[in-house]
Nanobody, 120 residues
């Protein structure tokens, strides 16, 4: 299973970015998807997750009100819209695929990551 993340880049504080993640996984619509990030010298942390039918969505506290996770099952793609970015959001962002319709267990597949750098 391949997960290809894209959309990262260098932006200024206050700007927005939209990350995308396309997966080759069969029956993409049967599984929850999520985004994680890892900043330099820090552990990977959860950002957001979305259930198979987009009914259940979870966010880390730092993402609430600024980030929006969505998915397009027809395109096997999950998105992360990030607004009001700050330097603290600088990290490598990873998309992840869960083994169930909801994110009840750790992800089982990971993408390669896309770098997001926010200059202050």
């Amino acid at each position: 299973v391949q997960l290809q993340a894209s959309g990262g880049g260098l932006v200024q504080a206050g700007d927005s970015l939209r990350l995308s993640c396309v997966t080759s996984r069969r029956k993409f619509s049967d599984y929850a998807m999520g985004w994680f990030r890892q900043a330099p010298a820090k552990e990977r942390e959860f950002v957001a997750a979305i259930s198979w039918n987009s009914v259940s969505i979870e966010y880390a506290d730092f993402a609430k009100g600024r980030f929006t996770i969505t998915r397009d099952n027809a395109k096997n793609t999950v998105y992360l819209q990030m607004n009001s970015l700050s330097s603290e959001d600088t990290a490598v962002y990873y998309c992840a695929a869960y083994g169930h319709v909801a994110p009840v267990d750790p992800p089982i597949y990971w993408g390669q990551g896309t770098q997001v750098t926010v200059s202050s």
